[in-house]
């Protein structure tokens, strides 16, 4: 039976190497490269050692895969689990339209799990991640934004299945054990929206990335699933959109348009912070340099009507919800006058400039931007002596026609890494990710992952 999953099996293991341009090439090892950054900044952050605590790891040994950032090694699935979850805990983390997800933190690890017992080279590692993202936007765009709507967390859901496309890549799996993967990972996928502003929404990420490698391996094993696992009445499609519709057609046309190549197939992030709040913190920013240091009276965020379903809180208690206020987002904006990994701390959570600028922030839908699909927004601002200003950010920067040079990849990259290596470390790595796109052996690039954080089982908290 030629089912939609064999469709999708055939694809990925068809697909030959040169039929990916070198712009999608140039795009996949830019993702990487920052998902290596935000996975190492990941690292320092609370529930990383929590995550430590509860996989099984060890300092080295064959058939292992790295913890990044630490000099631990785990059971493939372990590790895909961890380095999901650091590589989502900053919210830093690429995205993809029309999937609303974060495509990199559950596809990257997955490869970097079974890398090493596949052989892979560089150049494995870069179409895998190419196939990978294929998958996260068809399934969008098949069943968006009504997914989204209903509450599942895309990442979670569109991720496992992405990242086992990626697994299944790289092991060299046959049509009929991809198939099987496919099935046995459209039964592990999950995750609910309402955690959102917590530590399981990176977690969202690790199960992702680990239930692609679990597919995977359980396949090659001899698993057996249903072949119809999306088409099916009890099958993914249905049973994530039911009674909210779908279209099965994206799911028959792998490749074309190529997803990565697409307008917002892949997006970097400028800002450690929900997607959505990205062109309201640009728009802030400028905003600051307009007002210079006038006294202000009030805010206002003109935003599209989507906005309103990732951007749950307003006032925050934590660090994490604070990258789902476009309130406490455009305030820490016009107090420093840039938002980066510092302004999500609780320092900053509980800066009196920023609490005392907040309640003064309305948001509110824009008629201008009101079906935006990209989140734009128009912030406007009145100060005190009756001046009033108005900045409209249409896209974010990050987005492929605003794609991050080398260099702000660099300088995002370092902030990131350097809370794990040393400098010279750091752009040692940085280097070596820009360069996969090579029949070179991968083993190197991934040793260079492995870090100094022996001790981070100790800081973790009972």
């Not at 934004?145 to 496992?160: E, I, L, N, P, V």
């Not at 680990?210 to 094993?221: D, I, T």
């Not at 249903?226 to 039911?242: L, M």
Request: net charge negative; proline share 6%.
């Amino acid at each position: 039976m030629d089912t939609l999953t064999r469709k999708l099996a055939a694809y990925t293991l068809g697909s030959a190497d040169a039929d990916f341009p070198p712009r999608a090439r140039r795009f996949a090892a830019d993702a990487i490269t920052d998902c290596v950054g935000c996975m190492l900044a990941g690292a320092r952050e609370p529930l990383a050692p929590m995550i430590l605590n509860v996989v099984t790891s060890a300092p080295r040994g064959q058939g292992l895969a790295p913890l990044v950032g630490t000099a631990l090694d785990a059971a493939p699935a372990d590790a895909a689990l961890y380095n999901g979850t650091v590589a989502h805990a900053l919210d830093y983390d690429d995205t993809n339209h029309p999937a609303y997800a974060h495509p990199s933190a559950a596809i990257v690890p997955a490869m970097f799990a079974v890398a090493s017992m596949a052989r892979a080279s560089g150049r494995d590692l870069i179409v895998a991640y190419i196939l990978g993202l294929e998958v996260m936007g068809k399934l969008g765009r098949a069943l968006n934004t009504a997914h989204y709507k209903q509450g599942w967390h895309a990442t979670a859901t569109f991720g496992t299945l992405a990242a086992t496309v990626a697994a299944c890549r790289l092991l060299r799996l046959t049509e009929e054990q991809t198939t099987m993967a496919l099935g046995i990972a459209a039964s592990a996928a999950g995750g609910l929206r309402v955690n959102f502003g917590s530590m399981v929404k990176p977690l969202h990420a690790g199960y992702a990335a680990r239930n692609g490698v679990l597919a995977a391996l359980l396949a090659r094993e001899g698993l057996i699933s249903s072949e119809q696992a999306f088409e099916h009445e009890f099958g993914y499609c249905n049973v994530f959109n039911h009674g909210a519709g779908y279209d099965l057609a994206p799911l028959s046309s792998w490749g074309e348009p190529l997803e990565i190549l697409t307008d917002y197939g892949l997006a970097l992030k400028a800002y450690p912070s929900c997607g959505a709040t990205h062109t309201a913190i640009e728009a802030a920013i400028g905003l600051k340099a307009d007002i210079a240091g006038a006294p202000i009276r009030s805010i206002r965020a003109g935003v599209s009507e989507m906005a309103f379903q990732p951007l749950i809180h307003v006032m925050p208690k934590t660090p994490l919800e604070g990258k789902f206020s476009l309130h406490f987002c455009i305030a820490a904006a016009l107090v420093d006058g840039a938002v980066n990994l510092g302004s999500f701390s609780e320092e900053k959570v509980t800066d009196p400039a920023i609490l005392a600028l907040i309640p003064k922030i309305t948001m509110e839908i824009d008629e201008r931007v009101r079906l935006g699909t990209e989140f734009p927004t128009v912030v406007s601002a009145q100060t005190e002596n009756g001046a009033e200003y108005e900045r409209l950010v249409p896209l974010a920067l990050g987005k492929p026609e605003r794609w991050l040079s080398t260099a702000q990849l660099h300088d995002k990259y370092m902030d990131c890494a350097t809370r794990v290596f040393a400098a010279a470390h750091a752009d040692k790595v940085f280097e070596l990710a820009q360069s996969l796109d090579s029949p070179a052996p991968a083993e190197a690039f991934l040793e260079a992952l492995r870090g100094p954080v022996q001790g981070a089982r100790l800081a973790a908290s009972h």
